[in-house]
């Protein structure tokens, strides 16, 4: 499904030698102004992944995945053989070391007065970012920061009802809320313009629009994050503190929530670094108001600035190597100071 909805990439190595449904269904909005034959093109694009998800959904409901069960089991360590191991840790670092090169190559051209031409160390495109195109940085943050924490906890939320509660509509709600995943950013983006450019509720060009659809876009990740570890963990566990006279809020509290939590933070690191990385359906949604860095890159690739672009991708991954750190740090804090508390119990 992400390689469906992939759009950047293509958009910028492939362009008219290699059409994809993604980008056609682009240009045909922004190139020829033709939403009608635009959204056509999306509506193809959603066949196979609805498909995929529908696949996806019923090779899972097939299967149990229980692991945690409160009662002890043997475990067994399975060792593969030494050539097999280094097979493995030779193909390890051979994709390292491309996506090492990749991230290297962005760094020297961020710093190349001319990418391929003139060499030569130049702090001028960053310079350029600081100055000209600075707003979309701060942009792009505002909007991740405000979208990934409503994300991760509207997600933890759903998957405990989903996983733990029994209630009318329960198999609806899960499916709704899994199917943003399903259907590919193109589609999303032309979706909102179609739904939200229009009384009663006139959203496009906002900081809503984006927020939204941060929220909604990438929601699904902490859901099935939080529904694999909860499907983890038998029920029993919970049961077994209540009959010892644990009433469900203290239950959750102390049991259910601190196993949820590593999928929650995990949610949060997804969810902010697609808000950060995010332009097939955001691409739609931008405007003089509020823009993206990605938004911002992809302008400039196709200006031939390409040190600017390089600026701008280097800014970016920095940012979110830093937000990783933040709430890695805060998690491990956390998981400190709940040892100490289950230790003093």
């Given amino acids: 499904m992400e390689t469906l909805a992939d759009f950047g990439n293509p958009l910028i190595l492939a362009g008219s030698k ?20 635009g959204a056509a093109l999306a509506l193809i694009l959603l066949v196979p992944s609805i498909s995929v998800y529908f696949l996806q959904k019923y090779w899972v409901a097939r299967k149990k995945y229980v692991t945690v069960t409160g009662k002890p089991t043997a475990s067994s360590l399975k060792v593969v053989s030494p050539v097999v191991k280094w097979i493995l840790f030779g193909l390890c670092v051979f994709l390292t070391t491309i996506i090492l090169l990749i991230y290297i190559t962005i760094l020297w051209g961020a710093f190349a007065k001319v990418w391929g031409s003139d060499n030569s160390l130049t702090l001028s495109h960053f310079q350029y970012v600081f100055s000209v195109g600075f707003k979309a940085v701060t942009d792009t943050l505002i909007i991740a920061i405000s979208s990934t924490p409503l994300a991760g906890i509207l997600g933890m939320i759903i998957a405990f009802l989903v996983v733990r509660k029994q209630f009318p509509g329960k198999h609806v709600m899960e499916f709704t809320s899994m199917l943003s995943f399903a259907v590919p950013g193109t589609v999303i983006g032309i ?18 629009i984006l927020v939204l659809n941060f929220i909604f876009r990438y929601i699904p990740v902490g859901i099935q994050s939080g529904i694999a570890i909860l499907r983890q963990v038998d029920p029993s566990i919970e049961e077994a503190a209540i009959d010892l006279g644990a009433d469900s809020q203290y239950t959750f509290k102390r049991i259910t929530l601190p196993l949820m939590i590593p999928a929650f933070f995990s949610g949060l690191i997804y969810s902010f670094v697609r808000a950060m990385t995010a332009i097939s359906a955001a691409i739609f949604l931008v405007s003089a108001k509020w823009n993206l860095m990605t938004v911002q890159i992809m302008s400039q690739v196709e200006s031939g600035r390409l040190g600017a672009a390089s600026a701008f991708s280097v800014i970016l991954v920095g940012i979110i190597l830093v937000a990783i750190l933040i709430i890695r740090t805060i998690l491990a804090l956390f998981y400190g100071s709940f040892k100490g508390t289950m230790l003093k119990i």
């Fill in 191 to 208: 979706g909102y313009i179609l739904g939200f450019n229009s009384p009663p509720l006139v959203l496009t060009g906002t900081f809503a």
């Fill in 18 to 37: 290699f059409p994809i449904l993604s980008v056609q269904a682009y240009l045909q909005i922004t190139g020829m102004y033709d939403l009608p034959r």
